[in-house]
């Protein structure tokens, strides 16, 4: 059973360009959960979606950013008009649900930099 | 509202000696507690968890904590530390339900020869 896949492992983008960031769940896992890590802090979440629906957003900023997870396919976390405070490492887990015993896996991250 | 605060941003040992990560949280209902080790460029990897039952809970690598409610804390260890011990760990805490991860700022540990 492959892991949690992200792609890209690094992206760069310039300052006004868009970045999407994909994640391929675990096989079987229908909950998707987004983080962000910013250099020298911890994680902080940002979303938590399941098949076509987002169950949690608090973490989301207000504007630019989005998130999806279709029927078919993998989950994206779309920023638009990324700045340079956009720059971290992005970290995508799956669960196959969110019962007591149910653990979150992490992909390896995407690591945006905005230049 | 939950929140996790990990003593000491940085802590050094020598190889052979013991590791002590501390963690202490803050929550209005019976929390479920997790450590993470996370190596560089690298994702997050899952050491051991505490849900429900036994409060001593051994994880992988030789890791192992201990829930005390009245201390509301989380303290990681490991009785010989090894190189390849050198890394971020986190805690986190989440709710019974609801799903998300609340993190620490994390421990990076080093191991000197």
């Known amino acids: 059973n492959a892991g949690v896949m992200q792609n890209p492992r690094h992206l760069v983008r310039r300052r006004g360009q868009e970045a999407r960031l994909r994640c391929s769940p675990m096989k079987g896992h229908s909950h998707v959960y987004w983080y962000r890590q910013l250099p020298e802090e911890g994680l902080k979440f940002m979303v938590y979606?399941?098949?076509?629906?987002?169950?949690?957003e608090s973490g989301m900023p207000k504007e630019r950013f989005s998130a999806e997870f279709p029927k078919e396919g993998p989950s994206i976390l779309r920023i638009q008009q990324v700045v340079r405070g956009d720059s971290a490492a992005y970290f995508c887990?799956?669960?196959?649900?969110?019962?007591?015993?149910?653990?979150?896996?992490f992909g390896p991250g995407t690591r945006l930099t905005v230049t | 509202a939950q929140s996790v605060t990990q003593l000491g941003s940085h802590v050094s040992v020598s190889e052979g000696a013991l590791v002590l990560l501390r963690c202490n949280y803050s929550s209005s209902v019976p929390p479920y507690l997790f450590w993470y080790v996370q190596y560089p460029n690298q994702g997050l990897q899952l050491l051991l968890k505490y849900t429900t039952g036994a409060t001593l809970v051994k994880g992988i690598n030789g890791f192992e904590a201990e829930f005390k409610k009245s201390e509301t804390s989380f303290h990681l260890t490991k009785p010989s530390a090894h190189m390849s011990d050198a890394a971020e760990y986190f805690c986190?805490?989440?709710?019974?339900?609801?799903?998300?991860?609340?993190f620490g700022q994390g421990t990076e540990l080093s191991v000197k020869p």
């Open positions: 887990a799956s669960s196959p649900g969110t019962g007591d015993l149910y653990e979150q896996y």
């Open positions: 979606l399941q098949k076509e629906n987002i169950i949690d």
């Open positions: 986190a805490v989440r709710r019974n339900q609801g799903g998300k991860l609340i």
